[in-house]
């Protein structure tokens, strides 16, 4: 589960506290872009976080079925089609376009990994059903967590695009502005 400590130094910790979109009228417009990105960058983490997830849990669905089934085909060899099967199934959600990149893309493999330490989903086959049961309710478990913290964060970008959008609308931040200070950053 992901929690969020209040105080905490941890990303998720800030962008989710009451604080993170408390006033956002008294800040400055680059202030709240900034708040917006740090959001948009935790919403790409948790983003890619729920993917692993995701794949994990086809994984063990697809054993799960093979068994059921009587399948004779080993799920390492149909791994191409089971992952495809879910890229490329109707979105479902608050799905946003991602323009950038995770963060923090080895811990979040690190933990996931971590979820079910003892069920090496390298070889499903040789995992018993009950192992599989387990695992399978696991992952499940922690992509329920991760959406709702997901949810959470896209809530904070909502607010913090809100703020910006008013701003344009009463005047009191200008496009001619923005573009100006995108000419005069130094090329990355």
């Known amino acids: 589960m992901i929690e969020v400590r209040p105080g905490g130094r941890r990303r998720i910790d800030r962008v989710l506290s009451p604080d993170y979109v408390a006033d956002l009228d008294r800040l400055d417009l680059d202030e709240v872009r900034a708040r917006r990105d740090d959001a948009a960058q935790e919403e790409t983490d948790l983003s890619y976080l729920r993917r692993l997830l995701h794949g994990r849990i086809d994984i063990v669905k697809a054993e799960l079925k093979r068994r059921a089934e009587g399948g004779s085909v080993a799920v390492v060899d149909q791994l191409a089609t089971i992952l495809a099967d879910n890229a490329v ?9 991602q323009t950038m990149e995770p963060s923090r893309a080895e811990a979040h493999r690190r933990h996931v990994e971590a979820l079910v330490s003892d069920a090496d989903l390298s070889d ?32 904070v970008m909502d607010l913090l695009n809100d703020e910006i959008g008013s701003r344009y609308r009463a005047g009191r931040a200008s496009v001619d502005d923005l573009l100006a200070a995108e000419r005069a950053r130094p090329a990355e």
């Open 89 to 97: 199934a109707p979105a479902t959600g608050s799905g946003r376009h």
């Open 124 to 155: 499903v086959v040789s995992l018993p059903d009950d192992r599989l049961d387990l695992a399978l309710r696991t992952y499940a478990a922690e992509e329920a967590s991760v959406s709702q913290r997901r949810r959470e964060v896209q809530a």
